[in-house]
């Protein structure tokens, strides 16, 4: 596999609704590889491999949690607004600002000396948590409109083995294997047509993923089946309940929206090949784009298939390269199958 196609999406920042960095990325890899791209404005970026009257639709969000400017002090500190991300984890941190030029920053927090001995003992409240850019604050007022959106600016790395970290997995790696997937199969035959989606504010609204969903049903297309490739839950320390371990395969949704039958021919499949693979029960809804493409026009049958990630929505978020292998040998195998297509 190519490990450093991984390292150079997660070098590339996508908050929600500001995913062009992503996009043009995306195309110009593809454009290297004779594929060519089409722009979806602010749904995201879709391609296709593959012919025939049979349609499935290939999912993986190409945006990342991130925080948005509420103010500007009378100092130029830059207070914000974040969605799904926990402020513990914030404090001292350095981020990229995209206001009108990019900016470093830092979140600041106050020196224990001025902190109560009531204070040490909780988290840094939201409304407390400030960035500074360094700029005088009619600067900076200036260059960071309200609404500005911000993301972490750590760089990934590798760790000991087969494991890397770093902000963005979620959901970089799900559009790893989506150009994986597209390389591998580009020039083989396929029992249909594979229309791949980079989605775009997944991690707000999955507006990508209705749209992904809307625009081949109003065109009259048959959609065989969707296939979601997201993030989930990894054995974080102390946690074990609800979450999956590294290096153990692929995880794969069992619930109400999902495909049974397309679930059983996964499985069929991963068994044959002596893949590892692990279920992950869902009783409601998943938080992935099945909720939507699953009930999208009458319903599409859709599949989600999960690679498990510690510190998730964190900028030390870990996942093992192993379990992107794993997948991939899942995936290239399924999609050529017409048992799948056909379940």
């Known amino acids: 596999m190519n490990h450093e196609l991984l ?19 995306l195309s110009e890899y593809l454009k290297a590889h004779e594929i060519r791209t089409q722009d979806l404005g602010p749904a995201g970026l879709s391609w296709e491999i593959g012919e025939g009257s049979k349609l499935a639709l290939f999912s993986a ?16 500190y830059l207070y914000i607004r974040m969605s799904s991300i926990d402020p513990r984890v914030v404090p001292s941190q350095e981020v990229m600002v995209w206001g009108k030029r990019a900016l470093r920053g830092v979140v600041g927090m106050l020196p224990l000396h001025f902190v109560s ?3 040490r003992k909780a988290p840094i409240p939201r409304e407390k948590l400030f960035i500074d850019v360094g700029l005088p604050v009619d600067e900076v007022r200036e260059q960071v409109p309200i609404g500005t959106v911000c993301t972490w600016a750590q760089k990934p790395s590798s760790l000991a083995g087969s494991r890397v970290t770093g902000p963005g997995l979620d959901n970089r790696i799900g559009l790893y294997l989506s150009l994986l997937i597209t390389e591998e199969l580009v020039s083989c ?11 775009a504010q997944e991690e707000v609204m999955m507006l990508g993923a209705g749209f992904a969903g809307r625009s081949a049903l109003e065109s009259g297309e048959s959609v065989s089946f ?5 993030t989930t839950f990894g054995t974080d320390h102390g ?15 069992v619930g109400p929206i999902l495909s049974r039958s397309h679930l059983a ?58 379990d992107v292998e794993s997948s991939l040998g899942l995936l290239s195998a399924a999609l050529q199958r017409e048992d799948l297509w056909n379940s």
Not at 7 to 25: D, I
Not at 189 to 199: Q, T, Y
Not at 226 to 230: E, K, M, P, Q, S
Not at 300 to 321: F, G, K, Q, T
């Open 189 to 199: 035959k396929l029992p249909g047509r594979i229309r791949f989606f980079a989605s």
């Open 265 to 322: 021919t996964m499985r069929n499949i991963a068994s044959e090949l002596s893949i590892p693979y692990s279920l992950e029960p869902l009783t409601r809804f998943t938080g992935t784009e099945t909720d939507v493409l699953s009930i999208s026009g009458k319903g599409i049958p859709s599949i989600l298939l999960s690679i498990p990630i510690r510190n998730m929505h964190s900028p030390v978020e870990v996942a093992d390269l192993a």
């Open 61 to 76: 969000h190409a945006d990342q949690v991130s925080f948005v400017v509420e103010r500007v002090d009378e100092e130029g």
């Open 226 to 230: 969707a296939l979601v490739v997201d």
């Open 239 to 253: 946690v074990k309940d609800s979450a999956f371990h590294l290096g153990k395969g692929s995880v794969l949704g």
């Open 117 to 119: 001995e009531k204070e």
């Open 7 to 25: 390292f150079q999406l997660l070098e590339v920042h996508s908050p929600s609704g500001h995913e062009e960095r992503m996009k043009a990325f």
